[in-house]
């Protein structure tokens, strides 16, 4: 059995399910996925990966816990040809984690919700 924190992609997946399970996975942390440098809008949630890849046959991957935000914006690019950002909540603002990227999806989780609980 598949823990909460794993998101598997392939292209019949949904934007909406990608951004529920990323939300539902790391809390603290925010997902938004971007065509030609434009963030997806609520317009396109209910489109398919497939209907929005910019690369001809995408493919299957995994998101866990473990990988590194890095890691997760290259399986985006390299997969799909899409663009994604994620970001860290730190109480009522949400940050870029650019400089933090190589810290695994977990420990930028856990590191949200110290924050959160700080305030």
Do not use: C
């Amino acid at each position: 059995m598949k823990s909460k924190e794993e998101i598997f992609i392939n292209s019949e997946t949904r934007i909406s399910q990608i951004l529920n399970g990323f939300n539902a996975a790391f809390p603290f942390l925010r997902i938004e996925i971007y065509k030609k440098g434009e963030v997806i809008t609520l317009d396109h949630r209910d489109f398919r990966l497939f209907e929005i890849a910019s690369i001809k046959a995408p493919q299957d991957f995994l998101v866990h816990g473990e990988l590194k935000v890095s890691e997760v914006e290259q399986l985006f690019l390299s997969k799909l040809g899409l663009k994604v950002a994620i970001f860290r909540k730190m109480g009522t603002s949400i940050v870029e984690t650019t400089f933090t990227s190589q810290w695994t999806l977990n420990h930028q989780n856990s590191k949200g919700e110290e924050i959160y609980f700080a305030i």
